[in-house]
């Protein structure tokens, strides 16, 4: 008999959800996910987003991105990446990671530390492009 899948569990509310996040580049919060799914699927609720997020996040459907204090964000992509948070616009960019030597690192790390880690994330704060370019000093700033 085969297993059920995740996917197969999925009612028309979970599946306004799962495609608004799949369909998005962007890496966006529950109020927006909730705001674009509302209007494929007339009646959905904010209860009903926030469950149908926990069930997709535990079935790995899709990750989130928790900021601290601000609100988490939820992301489509099944491969490993890392994430660059931009301190002062809040933009969330896609890092590809290509096969960095970081597993033996990683895994010496938790070794000395003998810490049994679930998953390991890559998480750069800084400032993205944009804000770097809108914020450059400029030749008044230095005089």
Known sequence: MKARQPRDNLTPQRRAVLAVIQ?????????????????R??????????????????????????????????????????????????RVCDLDLPDLDLKEGWQEALRRSGFAARVVTVTLYGRCQECQRHNAPTAEDAA
């Open 23 to 39: 369909e998005s580049d962007e890496h966006l919060t529950a109020r927006e996910i909730y705001q674009r799914a509302s209007a």
């Open 41 to 90: 699927q007339p009646g959905l609720s904010y209860a009903t987003v926030y469950n149908t997020l926990s069930y997709l996040k535990q079935s790995g459907l899709v990750h989130e991105i928790a900021l601290g204090s601000d609100a988490s964000r939820y992301d489509r992509r099944e491969l490993s990446h890392g994430h660059a948070i931009c301190e002062e616009c809040g």
